[in-house]
């Protein structure tokens, strides 16, 4: 069975700030994707990042960054320089290679101070 | 515009009174899947599809049902909802499997409030 662990429910910095968003997922699959949405008080779902099981290389894209680590079985975003309409909550998920089913962690809300 | 739509956004109903929430998606996407998100729970699968007249039990299917019938369309039945059915329900639909993989391409959600 698949599973992803978001063990910070909410946190709180101050604009400008940088924060790291942990994601530790279970699978026993070989082969598997790995993503990141964010949910701001609209309510909407907002995909963010796809990596698949093969690709540890780092991302960045402006001001965020992920980081996939295999051997700790973790998949972190890291928001560089925080602003207020970074505010929301964020979700890391998994699937396998098959993608039918998606499964969730319980989210991170983050509040961005101004 | 590429979008997965559901109605109705909103919807208060008495326990009992059966209901359809309607999912549409025009990406010409295989798989269409319903969430439901409450609240320290994150987002946990109803029901998946992955092609007309194929659909698949997820994590909290007991009380729900779903049809395909056609490849944009995904309804989602509650046949006698009663109020632990209170939620926000996503339909969500993706391209495929495997390098077609790109995740779930969200509706803008539904909050269903059963008294």
């Known amino acids: 069975a698949q599973k992803v662990t978001q063990a910070q429910t909410e946190i709180s910095v101050v604009e400008k700030e940088d924060v790291t968003l942990d994601c530790v997922y279970e699978?026993?699959?070989?082969?598997?994707?790995l993503f990141w949405y964010k949910q701001p008080p609209s309510g909407e779902l907002v995909f963010l990042i796809r990596r698949n099981s093969f690709d540890e290389q780092n991302e960045i894209s402006g001001r965020y960054s992920w980081n996939f680590q295999k051997s700790t079985s973790s998949f972190n975003f890291t928001i560089t320089a925080s602003q207020v309409v970074d505010s929301a909550v964020y979700f890391c998920?998994?699937?396998?290679?098959?993608?039918?089913?998606?499964?969730f962690g319980g989210g991170t809300r983050l509040m961005v101070k101004p | 515009e590429a979008q997965v739509t559901q109605n109705p956004r909103y919807l208060i109903t008495v326990t009992g009174k059966k209901l359809t929430v309607t999912c549409s998606q025009n990406m010409n996407h295989e798989y269409m899947s319903w969430y439901r998100q409450d609240p320290g729970l994150g987002l946990r699968q109803i029901y998946y599809s992955m092609n007309v007249e194929v659909t698949d039990k997820g994590d909290v299917p007991e009380g729900y049902k779903v049809s395909r019938k056609e490849k944009r369309n995904f309804p989602l039945i509650l046949e006698s909802p009663s109020p632990n059915q209170t939620s926000l329900y996503f339909c969500?639909?993706?391209?495929?499997?495997?390098?077609?993989?790109?995740?779930?391409?969200f509706g803008s959600g539904t909050r269903l409030t059963v008294v």
């Open positions: 699978t026993r699959d070989t082969t598997y994707y």
């Open positions: 998920a998994l699937s396998d290679w098959a993608g039918n089913m998606l499964t």
């Open positions: 969500a639909s993706s391209l495929g499997s495997g390098v077609d993989n790109y995740g779930y391409t």
